[in-house]
């Protein structure tokens, strides 16, 4: 019988980590930049309302954000295509082995970068050391005014100050839609469920699914010759494919 | 002045009051620890080894457990079922907040009392279909009068399980060893 400490933390392959399990493709071409995304992933995940205080301080939450930036010199500036940024899923994430108290792990079942809020006790390391900035911290024990409460998603932890965390590709959809496959005696179907910001995605610029599937739709854009893999060159295996100029 | 103060403690008066707050604060820790091993207040006492003597299962007032997440705790419209053919319900002291729920239409307030922690995410679900029966983790009903629990639920609790059922099939440990299967 197998105990804790059998549980082997093997050197991550490089195979591995480039392979992955759920992925996404962002088509930045398609992308208007309305921030419905934003929106729907702040319900989904009941990430709290800064407030313009503590946003002033940059400390707004966001576990996805659009981003745009300057092109060139003044007059001559260009703004860049509208760029949603999100935990991009490392497959050898710089967030994980700086984590003193080992609350940021890599799943192995998932293949995901998980945030476990119990033991996170909020050195931040694991922020200051993501390359996509897409961590957020839980400076205050923000406020939720009448009614507010009542739109809370049970499926996600209410997180408290003190913690930090970040995109999970919508796990609790993955979970839920794992159970019910199980329950009908099934595989999920490719397409079957989606994360909160692809299925708010008014020009359908965000798919997600699995990479690991040839068959999958997401496997099969992110195979496309334009796809760009976001900072690739530092080595962290990023699960998110970015279509720009195709 | 501190020597003063351990001059009249070692005299036995000053033993004594020692004692006493050692006594205190031992006491204190006690009741504190004794009241959570207790089964909470309930609106009615609801003795759940009379109903498992009837020979109702589990599953026909908590039939959620079969299903999802949560096991469910019946409304008194499923108590009301049988006991409004039960003579007993008229005149019992004890099940006229039942009686009571039932004419107002006002839900009874019951008191759940296996809990886990927010940031656990439990699928009842899950564990009855890979085989698990209610009394290994909930204990045996049809002993208990008000539901209480007969172990802590914590993640030691879990693991153990997990890690058992896992055997030596190293996916299934992967999955049921991960963090991210009850923690998001």
Redesign the interface.
């Known amino acids: ?4 400490s059998d ?2 933390i093997t050197e991550l392959k490089l195979s591995e980590a480039e392979g992955g399990k759920w992925g996404m493709v962002i088509d930045q071409d398609i992308c208007t930049g309305c921030q419905a995304c934003v929106a729907a992933c702040a319900m989904e995940n009941n990430i709290p309302f800064v407030g313009d205080e503590d946003s002033g301080y940059g400390r707004s939450m966001h576990w996805i954000r659009i981003e745009r930036f300057w092109e060139g010199e003044y007059p001559e500036v260009k703004m860049t295509p509208n760029q949603p940024m999100l935990c991009q899923q490392c497959g050898s994430a710089t967030c994980e082995p700086v984590c003193p108290a080992f609350a940021t ?1 890599h ?4 293949q ?1 970068n ?1 945030q ?3 033991r996170c006790v909020g050195t931040r390391y694991c922020a200051n050391n993501c390359p996509y900035q897409v961590r957020s911290f839980n400076w205050r024990d923000y406020q939720r005014p009448e009614p507010l409460p009542n739109q809370f998603n049970p ?4 997180r408290r100050r003190g913690v930090m965390e970040k995109c ?1 590709f919508c ?2 959809r993955i ?1 839920k839609a794992q ?1 019910k496959a ?2 009908e005696g099934r595989e999920v179907v490719d397409g079957e469920f989606t994360a909160a910001c692809a299925q708010a995605c008014p020009a359908n610029a965000i798919t997600f699914g699995r990479i690991d599937d040839p068959e999958s739709l997401v496997s099969q854009l992110s195979k496309q010759a334009h796809g760009v893999k976001h900072l690739e060159e530092l080595g962290t295996f990023p699960h998110i494919t970015y279509f720009k100029g195709g | 002045m501190i020597k003063r103060l351990f001059d009249w403690l070692k005299q036995p008066l000053g033993l004594i009051a020692v004692g006493i707050g050692f006594l205190a604060v031992f006491s204190v820790a006690a009741y504190g620890l004794s009241t959570t091993q207790k089964a909470p207040e309930q609106p009615i006492q609801f003795p759940h080894k009379t109903h498992i003597a009837f020979g109702i299962q589990c599953l026909y007032c908590h039939p959620g457990a079969a299903k999802g997440p949560a096991a469910g705790i019946p409304s008194q419209a499923k108590c009301w079922a049988c006991h409004q053919q039960i003579a007993k319900t008229e005149t019992s002291e004890l099940l006229a907040p039942l009686k009571e729920a039932v004419e107002s239409g006002t839900p009874i307030q019951w008191v759940p009392v296996a809990q886990v ?3 656990v ?1 439990f ?1 009842h ?2 564990h009855i ?1 890979a085989g698990k029966n209610c009394e290994e983790c909930h204990g045996d009903m049809s002993k208990v009068t008000i539901a209480e629990n007969p172990q802590v639920f914590n993640m030691g609790f879990c ?1 153990n399980c997990h ?2 059922s ?3 099939d ?1 996916a299934k ?3 049921l ?5 009850c ?2």
């Open positions: 019988m197998a105990t804790v549980l082997k792990v799943s192995q079942a998932e995901l998980l476990v809020y119990n499926d996600v932890t209410v999970t796990i609790q979970h159970d199980k329950s | 922690p927010d940031f995410h699928n679900r899950a279909a693991l890690i058992k896992a055997g030596e190293q440990l992967n999955k060893a991960d963090c991210g299967t923690h998001y």
